[in-house]
T-cell receptor
């Protein structure tokens, strides 16, 4: 249980195009999802926190108009990198928090997706 | 503000020997503490967590960690290392006293287990 999937696992795109990354909680309801990015040999940096049905909260320095986050349902959040440039190339990882059922064994835990490697040419 | 320090970029240990990966944290309140492992081009896999209760926490794959409040540390340990333990390890913290649910990660420590 408590599986988070991401799609695609990798993507290569041309500069100036937009890329959408999906994050799904497969067997639990994710009231909160988080988006991180990781540069080579570096740690995960939080980009934004999204709560189902409301606007995402972005970390300082993260452009909300460039990194569009939608969390329309309890099992799906999407990150769209708009007008991607080579400097946006990174490993993007989502995590989902099981916050729907307080009696659940996994309540309040975060589960991470496998990541999406974005390469912008 | 919450922060995590992993002072070692890399830890080398021989297979069969005990291993320790260090982590210290800083929070204004009480911490939730986590260890994750990452294999190349993969997401993070949960190893263990400290929420409350016993200071010694046992997790997956034979790993354990000890919460030390006075030293604000949460070092990861394993009695006998395996070559397959070679990976990147991240310590993470969340301050229980704030409404912030996101984790703050350390810089990561690469564990290399030699056969």
């Amino acid at each position: 249980g408590a599986v988070v999937s991401q799609h695609p696992s990798w993507v290569i795109c041309k500069s100036g195009t937009s890329v959408k990354i999906e994050c799904r909680s497969l067997d639990f309801q994710a009231t909160t999802m988080f988006w991180y990015r990781q540069f080579p040999k570096q740690s995960l940096m939080l980009m934004a926190t999204s709560n189902e049905g409301s606007k995402a909260t972005y970390e300082q320095g993260v452009e909300k108009d460039k990194f569009l986050i939608n969390h329309a349902s309890l099992t799906l959040s999407t990150l769209t990198v708009t007008s991607a440039h080579p400097e946006d190339s990174s490993f993007y990882i989502c995590s989902a928090r099981d916050g729907a059922r307080a009696i659940s064994r996994t309540y309040n835990e975060q589960f991470f997706g496998p990541g999406t490697r974005l390469t912008v040419l | 503000a919450q922060s995590v320090a992993q002072p070692e970029d890399q830890v080398n240990v021989a297979e069969g020997n005990p291993l320790t990966v260090k982590c210290t944290y800083s929070v204004s309140g009480n911490p939730y503490l986590f260890w994750y492992v990452q294999y190349p081009n993969r997401g993070l896999q949960f190893l263990l967590k400290y929420i409350t209760g016993d200071n010694l926490v046992k997790g997956s794959y034979g790993f354990e960690a000890e919460f030390n409040k006075s030293q604000t540390s949460f070092h990861l340990k394993k009695p006998s290392a395996l070559v397959s333990d070679s990976a990147l390890y991240f310590c993470a913290v969340r301050d229980r006293g704030t409404g912030r649910r996101a984790l703050t990660f350390g810089s990561g420590t690469r564990l290399q287990v030699q056969p």
